[in-house]
């Protein structure tokens, strides 16, 4: 286990892993702070840039205070942190204004900005739907390890997609992106054998349950899972609910054996 540190959040002793995510230990201690590309199950990237805060560091006069994203700052004994300075709420303010003008109609922007007191922005509304976190990206590359897909372009034209924009043939249709994406852009629709997911021109064949017949995945996801997990084929052939009425038949039958 990682040695705990203790550092100082808003004045209040916070203690945590060392060098863990500064962002995870201020959550952790019940402290508030915005983001939207940031999820447990992937590294930080820093790209949204709402998780902003000040840090201190040094001591004896000889202190150094700057802003940092919080997600990929590590926490280090005696560090100071500041989440609700005007400096960080006015650097905030932009953020949100910037994602309100990229993406003015989705509804998880709006309320997260509303929330920390922005309703309105000065920028040209671009009316797109992707806040281009890249979190989709990274679980798939990751995670899943399938790496299908990717930012594409520079500047004002930049976006995720598929290599040279065109189907994504390594997309086994797992539904991970779908998952992490935090303003619900990316979509999936299930319908009879077939998982469709319009945003990378993708279909994938379904596996439907031995024993009620919902989804257990798609056909690509398991394949790619039989290799990499050695388990069971009960794993393969039957979705979680399932799973666990399963395994807990066997565990009841294992226990009077």
């Known amino acids: 286990m990682s040695k705990e540190v203790t550092f100082l959040a808003n004045g209040k002793e916070v203690r945590a892993p060392a ?103 000065r920028y040209q509304r671009r009316e797109e739907d992707c806040i281009l976190c890249g979190l989709c990206a990274r679980v798939c590359r990751e995670v899943v390890g399938a790496e299908a897909i990717e930012f594409q372009g520079r500047g004002g034209v930049r976006q995720m997609g598929t290599p040279f924009t065109d189907t994504a043939e390594r997309c086994t249709g797992c539904g991970a992106c779908v998952y992490v994406c935090p303003v619900g852009c990316i979509g999936l629709e299930d319908r009879g054998t077939t998982r469709t997911i319009d945003r990378w021109k993708v279909q994938r064949e379904l596996v439907l349950c031995r024993e009620c017949g919902g989804v257990v995945g798609t056909v690509a996801q398991l394949q790619r899972l039989r290799k990499r997990v050695p388990a069971e084929e009960a794993i393969f052939t039957r979705c979680a609910e399932c799973r666990r009425k399963y395994y807990a038949a066997k565990v009841a039958v294992e226990g009077h054996m």
Request: some cysteine; glycine content about 6%; charged content about 25%.
């Open 19 to 121: 060098e863990s995510s500064l962002l995870t230990a201020l959550r952790s201690a019940g402290i508030d702070v915005p983001s939207m590309c940031h999820h447990d199950a992937v590294q930080p990237y820093g790209s949204c840039r709402l998780c902003l805060v000040e840090v201190e560091t040094g001591s004896h006069g000889k202190t150094k205070r700057r802003l940092t994203t919080s997600c990929n700052y590590p926490v280090l004994e005696g560090l100071r942190v500041f989440t609700d300075t005007e400096k960080v709420a006015a650097r905030r303010r932009v953020v949100f204004e910037l994602l309100l003008a990229e993406c003015p109609a989705a509804p998880e922007v709006q309320e997260l900005a509303a929330k920390y007191g922005v309703t309105s922005t």
